[in-house]
């Protein structure tokens, strides 16, 4: 048992130590009490201070000494040496450890190396990025979505708008301005908004001095700050449309040549096939384009021309082999027709090349000549037949004898030789004229030829010789 | 004044060759023992306040050589201070902690723990480490080259558990 004092005086303490808002008050006859004063203010002072450690205060000043209050100084000293720590090592300073507070150290040294390796890695992955950023030999830039402020941009795209550092003040200058037509700004982000990227967008944009080019541009969103922009990759294509207009254009001409022309104009690639055939094929053999594009080689010539020019083809193409120019092929064609009949045609075949100068495929002309053909039939019948009596004449004649002498030389075979002569013919043309004696003449061919085998040849050797 | 015992470097000799055997280490007691017969020995001839300024000013030119000859001049306070938690660690000198500093202002609050002057002594109801206080005063005006005042704000000797002292740069 405890007089009723030292239970008050308890109940105190107790309350001191434990109750959010102290009631209990000391008894009067001990308040003035040099030692219950001390334990009274120390008890109020770590009341204070753990309050204002457990709010995390700091800079609450520990007025007082003892163990206790020591060691609550000491554990507020350890804390305000992590808070100073924690700054440094915000402010990219890694260096900083803590050590001698246990288990703690290790946890924090480790976040510490943690978080170093990490700014690390991320500065080395920033820095990294921002490498191939400026390098891409296209213009990059990245736009905040909303506006499109400028955020970044790279040399291509300098050089490509013609913008200097100056002009391109990073947070204020506008990417929109540059747009030609508004609806394409406005069809890239929606673009944009449904898929999350771009790809190969054409749009028109200016340049510095209000030059307008043609662009592709690729995009991506990508967060910045919690903020959405985007990385763009554009293209420009200026040149490469002038290029291509002035293709279409050069190519259409060509076109318009190769499907009017008489002459049948074809390419063929390294495997033998057709890769165009004009129009007028259809003129020359009845098939039309398409059937003639997947005709076999031996559908599109007859067997003698087709090995003519097989083998003409094929030194062509060992001379571009032997690093030579393609040989142009020039020959006489018989091509087959849809109405059963066969047409001549002349063929040139020379050879085309890629921009880097490989063989890469034939282009041919083929030119009927049909007509050509026949005046030179009738041309070498003509040489070689008597006008009167229309048998070979003494040309003919002598042709054949050589032959035959080489044919016999050969075959060590003999052959005959009638030569015959009309006696008394003159008296025919002086006693019946001239005109009957053509007549005989005509009439003795035609009983020659009526009488001698088919091999057999019949010519006029002159005057009234046979 | 002719001198006789003028400090240098070099009078702490070469350890390795004088003390083959026992080693560059002695115990604490031993520099206690040194350094709280000094003081009662000073304070006789001279007085409370003249042996504090005594130990202040033997601290400074502790603190300086110290400097000149175990730290690395560096600009960076964070590098600084980690250099003199190290070396402090190595030599079992205490453990050195920072727990604010503004150099602007020129102001710092320190704390030495485990201190090899007065950590375990018993309570005196005095603060004790004036060496450490000039010793500390001169490293931080060898590190910035201002003039620094430095006080023991609590120390073992008063109760505490651990030594803090507040610094602040004479002209900031």
């Known amino acids: 048992m405890i007089n009723k004092d030292a239970q008050s005086i308890l109940e105190y303490f107790k309350s001191l130590l434990n109750d959010l808002r102290v009631r209990a008050v000391p008894p009067e006859n001990i308040s003035d009490d040099d030692t219950f004063l001390e334990v009274e203010q120390t008890i109020k002072t770590i009341r204070a201070a753990s309050a204002a450690l457990g709010n995390g205060n700091l800079s609450h000043d520990i007025k007082g000494k003892g163990y206790v209050l020591g060691a609550m100084k000491s554990l507020q000293a350890s804390l305000r040496n992590l808070t100073w720590i924690t700054k440094t090592i915000a402010s990219g300073d890694f260096s900083q450890r803590v050590h001698f507070l246990g288990d703690f150290s290790d946890a924090f040294n480790s976040m510490a190396e943690k978080l170093e390796s990490s700014i690390h890695e991320l500065e080395e992955a920033r820095s990294h990025f921002e490498m191939v950023f400026q390098t891409i030999p296209d213009a990059t830039v990245i736009t905040k979505i909303a506006d499109g402020t400028l955020m970044a941009y790279n040399r291509a795209f300098m050089e490509a708008t013609k913008f200097s550092d100056d002009d391109l003040t990073v947070g204020s200058f506008n990417i929109c301005d540059l747009y030609i037509e508004r609806s394409q700004r406005e069809t890239f982000i929606k673009k944009l908004e449904t898929d999350g990227f771009v790809e190969n967008l054409e749009f028109s944009f200016y340049g510095k001095e209000n030059d307008k080019h043609i662009g592709l541009v690729s995009s991506k969103i990508i967060i910045i700050e919690g903020i959405p922009h985007t990385l763009s990759v554009i293209r420009d294509i200026t040149e490469l449309k002038v290029i291509e207009a002035k293709l279409k254009q050069s190519e259409e001409r060509h076109r318009l040549l190769a499907d009017n022309a008489e002459d049948v104009i074809w390419t063929m690639d390294l495997e033998g096939r057709f890769s165009y055939i004009s129009p007028s094929v259809e003129k020359l053999r009845g098939y039309t384009v398409e059937e003639v594009m997947v005709q076999s080689q031996e559908e599109v010539l007859c067997p003698e021309s087709l090995i003519h020019m097989q083998e003409g083809l094929a030194r062509a193409i060992r001379s571009v082999q032997n690093d030579l120019p393609f040989q142009v092929f020039r020959g006489e064609l018989e091509q087959p027709c849809k109405d059963g009949t066969t047409v001549w045609t002349e063929a040139t075949v020379s050879g085309i090349y890629s921009e880097d100068g490989r063989f890469i495929g034939m282009l041919g002309v083929s030119r009927d000549i049909s007509e050509r053909k026949l005046m030179e039939e009738e041309i070498r019948r003509l040489s070689i037949t008597d006008k009167l009596t229309q048998s070979f004449n003494r040309l003919k004649l002598d042709e054949t004898l050589e032959q035959q002498f080489e044919w016999s030389k050969t075959n060590l075979s003999s052959f005959s030789i009638i030569i015959l002569d009309i006696d008394h013919f003159k008296l025919v043309n002086d006693t019946y004229g001239h005109q009957v004696g053509d007549r005989v003449l005509i009439e003795l061919v035609a009983v020659l030829n009526e009488n001698v085998r088919s091999l057999d040849v019949v010519g006029r050797w002159g005057g009234k010789s046979f | ?172």
């Open chain 2, 1 to 172: 004044m002719e001198r006789k015992y003028e400090f240098s470097w070099d009078l702490l000799g070469d350890i390795g060759a004088g003390r083959p055997n026992l080693g560059n280490v002695t115990r604490v007691e031993v520099y206690r023992l040194m350094q709280f017969t000094f003081r009662d020995i000073i304070e006789k001839h001279v007085g409370v306040q003249e042996t504090d300024e005594i130990f202040y000013e033997a601290g400074k030119l502790a603190g300086s050589a110290f400097y000149q000859h175990m730290i690395t001049k560096n600009d960076d306070l964070n590098n600084f201070v980690n250099q003199l938690k190290a070396v402090m660690r190595e030599l079992g000198m205490g453990i050195l902690r920072v727990e604010q500093a503004d150099m602007e202002k020129g102001e710092l609050t320190l704390t030495v723990s485990e201190d090899l002057d007065c950590s375990g002594l018993p309570e005196q109801g005095y603060e004790i480490c004036t060496y450490d206080e000039g010793f500390i005063s001169a490293l931080l005006e060898n590190f910035s080259g201002k003039p620094f005042i430095v006080k023991e704000i609590d120390c073992w000797c008063t109760g505490d558990r651990t030594c803090r002292f507040s610094a602040k740069a004479v002209n900031p």
